[in-house]
């Protein structure tokens, strides 16, 4: 297409190569050549990254404090343990939905066994993986991606519960 405009002009058409060039300069490079190192930099940067670190040690400590069933036995005393496990709580919330507290609580009340919904919901809503208005009405999830850890933790304990 930009060839053909270009020869409408009355210009002679320009060669491959210059067209490359020219779409190359367009783009922010000095030339074709420019633009093929970069790219070709940038995917091997990609596939150099390292996989994000997993503090494995407090995943297992969180795996822990759950039971066969997949659910929560007991509040852990350590917040990077706690924030862990209310990653698992979050994933249990359904997406995208409006609730209202009760089925918050009816929720929790099926993934724990302390009998506590309210600490979850608090800190839940603390680390802004949820909201509800000031009331305490319509609470909904925040879709976030979780942390590495948290995600291996969710893996964990799905297995659990489907085995």
């Given at each position: 297409?930009?060839?053909?405009?270009?020869?409408?002009e009355?210009?002679?058409?320009?060669?491959?190569?210059?067209?490359?060039?020219?779409l190359?300069r367009a783009a922010?490079?000095?030339n074709f050549?420019?633009?093929?190192?970069?790219h070709?930099?940038?995917v091997?940067l990609?596939?150099n990254?390292p996989?994000?670190?997993?503090?494995h040690?407090?995943?297992?400590?969180?795996?822990?404090l759950?039971?066969?069933?997949?659910?929560l036995t007991?509040?852990?005393?350590?917040?990077?343990?706690?924030?862990?496990?209310?990653?698992?709580m979050?994933s249990?919330?359904?997406?995208?939905?409006?609730?209202?507290?009760?089925?918050?609580?009816?929720?929790?009340?099926?993934?724990?066994?302390?009998?506590?919904?309210?600490?979850?919901?608090?800190?839940?809503?603390?680390?802004?993986?949820?909201?509800?208005?000031?009331?305490?009405?319509d609470?909904?999830?925040?879709e976030?991606?979780?942390?590495p850890?948290?995600?291996?933790?969710?893996?964990?304990?799905?297995?659990?519960?489907a085995?």
């Amino acid at each position: 297409n930009l060839a053909l405009q270009l020869k409408a002009e009355d210009h002679p058409a320009p060669s491959h190569l210059s067209l490359m060039n020219m779409l190359a300069r367009a783009a922010g490079f000095r030339n074709f050549q420019h633009l093929r190192a970069a790219h070709s930099s940038e995917v091997q940067l990609a596939q150099n990254v390292p996989p994000p670190l997993i503090h494995h040690k407090r995943v297992k400590r969180a795996l822990n404090l759950f039971d066969e069933a997949g659910q929560l036995t007991q509040w852990p005393s350590k917040r990077a343990v706690q924030d862990l496990c209310l990653w698992v709580m979050w994933s249990r919330l359904p997406s995208r939905e409006i609730m209202h507290e009760r089925d918050v609580n009816g929720i929790f009340n099926q993934a724990h066994l302390f009998h506590d919904p309210a600490i979850i919901r608090r800190g839940l809503i603390s680390m802004k993986l949820l909201t509800r208005n000031r009331d305490g009405s319509d609470y909904q999830r925040l879709e976030l991606a979780p942390l590495p850890e948290a995600l291996a933790l969710i893996r964990h304990i799905d297995a659990r519960r489907a085995a």
